[in-house]
Nanobody, 128 residues
Framework: EVQVVESGGGLVQAGGSLRLSCAAS?????????IGWFRQAPGKEREVVSC????????YYADSVKGRFTISSDKAKNTVYLQMNSLKPEDTAVYYC????????????????????WGQGTQVTVSS
């Protein structure tokens, strides 16, 4: 059974940093895969933050986080990380990890429909 579990959220002041983790099980990073990070703020739609593909270690970032967030993967731990620096109050949201194991998509996309497995989410709150 494929599962993804997020951790690492919390409360941080503006300008601070957090690192989110997405631990995947039920498949390995030896296979083709894509992992996406999404977020949803109250009253807003879920939006893509970043994603990573096994193909060419391709990464994608939303314009709002470029230069501040970094996505990476640890093959040995089957875990994807999202390092978030220079956090802003507008980054406040529930952050979700999503997996597309045995991916047929060469490069990950920001489409929620690509990802069949979702975590429960982790709250990130940035105070001003």
């Amino acid at each position: 059974e494929v599962q993804v579990v997020e951790s690492g959220g919390g409360l941080v002041q503006a300008g601070g940093s957090l690192r989110l983790s997405c631990a995947a099980s039920g498949f390995t990073f030896d296979d083709d895969y894509a992992i996406g990070w999404f977020r949803q703020a109250p009253g807003k739609e879920r939006e893509v933050v970043s994603c990573i593909s096994s193909s060419d270690d391709y990464t994608y970032y939303a314009d709002s986080v470029k230069g501040r967030f970094t996505i990476s993967s640890d093959k040995a731990k089957n875990t994807v990380y999202l390092q978030m620096n220079s956090l802003k109050p507008e980054d406040t949201a529930v952050y979700y990890c999503a997996a597309d194991p045995w991916s047929q998509t060469y490069y990950c996309t920001g489409s929620t429909g690509e990802y069949g497995y979702w975590g429960q989410g982790t709250q990130v709150t940035v105070s001003s």
